[in-house]
């Protein structure tokens, strides 16, 4: 009998993942299923960025990079985030790694131990509870609510501050409830935290390009007075349908850029070379394929909206952003998992039960919208024809 660590029975999972896997394995048996369930852009990554990535292997791009990033990566980065934001950040503060996840797991091994509090969204990305129960933190939810259009109350995040509160997260577009948190939520998140200069701040900003209506992305680097405690994350997956390349990063306050350097050199070494160069190319080529991925999502979000809202119990806030609709199905008289099993097993269509994101995401599934407005209309018009 093996004798493993403790902390590996508290690692929890990301269950997107085994529903994606239920859902392929009925579909390679023969059934038709529509994956609304997905977390990932249905697009192919753009064809220059592509091609950049085997030029860079064809001239010899083969060995390790610095840890932290290509500098001409970083320093893309830096300018992206000057034309987008309007921040001046020092490419020295950029760090790039596999993908949006690492961020996490760096920020919350960094900060977690047993006796410290981490703040994480709920319902939120998976991942940021099972890492802070990994470290031995205690998780303390910020509740995401839907008579806020899931936006995170100020207020109720400070009331929830200790002297044990280590770090908060937060994530604006968020996964899985498509909620934008307004700037004046921010304004007044970043005025109390002031009061309380012990604590540091991890923005998942991963979806800061996909916001619809009219919203415009707020980040947190636009507030200098906390920039010496801010990690704020973002990457290529989501913005240039690269997930599959595993590439992001994260711009870090002075103080921690040695730390996550140093757990970049005892991880992974680097990212490779040639996904950098590509990622090189994301940023700094033409945009037009972001632009029209962005405006395909935001009329297959109003199709969707309208679809899900005609059903009988159930009942979705207007999707601001990201590519999700979180739905309210208490009307139907389901749990959530009942809801996404039924949904899957008997209408061929896959979702993720709004418990899989927290034990707040109860009564609600999650639909991705990274589907062709066909497959979504079909979709929820087989749903329609079991409720
Ligand atoms: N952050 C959020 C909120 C996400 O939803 C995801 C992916 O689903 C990530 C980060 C991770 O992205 P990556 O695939 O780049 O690790």
Redesign the pocket.
């Known amino acids: 009998q093996l004798q493993l660590a403790d902390s590996l029975s508290r690692l929890g999972t ?1 269950s ?1 993942f085994m529903v994606l896997a239920r859902a392929q394995a009925l579909a390679a048996q023969g059934q038709d299923i529509i994956n609304l369930g997905i ?2 852009p249905d697009f192919k990554t753009p064809e220059n960025i592509v091609e950049a990535g085997i030029k860079a292997l064809r001239d010899g791009h083969h060995g390790y990079t610095p840890a932290n990033g290509l500098p001409q990566l970083r320093q893309a980065v830096s300018a992206d985030l000057h034309r987008r934001h309007d921040v001046e950040v020092n490419p020295d503060n950029v760090v790039v790694v ?5 961020t ?1 797991f760096f920020a919350i091994t960094m900060f977690g131990q047993p006796d410290v509090e981490i703040m994480y969204p709920n319902p ?2 998976p ?1 940021y509870e099972s890492m802070i129960n990994y470290t031995g933190a205690t998780p303390v939810p910020i509740a995401l609510k839907e008579e806020n259009d899931f936006a995170f109350s100020a207020e109720a995040v400070l009331a929830q501050i200790t002297d044990k509160t280590r770090l908060i997260i937060i ?1 604006s577009p ?3 409830t498509g909620g934008v948190t307004p700037k004046t939520e921010i304004d007044k998140l970043v005025a109390g935290l002031l009061e309380h200069p012990h604590v540091a701040l991890l923005s ?1 900003e ?2 800061s390009n996909m916001l619809y209506g009219g919203r415009e992305h707020v980040s947190l680097l636009q507030y200098p007075e906390i920039r010496d405690r801010l990690i704020m ?1 973002d ?4 913005t240039y349908a690269m ?1 599959g390349w ?3 990063y994260a711009v870090w306050p002075d103080s921690l850029v040695d730390h996550v350097t140093r757990l970049c050199i005892n991880d992974h070494s680097c990212v490779n070379a040639a996904t950098q160069f590509a990622a090189i190319e994301a940023l700094n080529g033409p945009q037009d394929a972001v632009h029209d991925m962005v405006a395909q999502f935001d009329a297959r979000r109003t199709v969707i909206g309208r679809e899900l809202n005609s059903l009988p119990g159930v009942r979705c806030p207007d999707p601001a952003g ?1 590519f999700y609709a979180f739905a309210n199905i208490e009307g139907t008289g389901m749990t959530a998992t009942e809801a996404q099993d039924k949904f899957l097993n008997d209408a061929g269509v896959a979702t993720v039960a709004g418990t899989s994101f927290g034990a707040w995401g109860e009564g609600y599934l999650r639909f991705s919208y990274a589907n062709s407005t066909t497959n979504i209309i079909e979709a929820i018009r087989r749903i329609r024809g079991i409720l």
């Open positions: 990301e997107a977390g990932q596999p993908g949006g996840k690492p996490m939120g990305f991942i994530n968020a996964n899985p998942d991963i979806y994350l990457g290529w997956s989501k997930t595993r590439i992001g990201a």
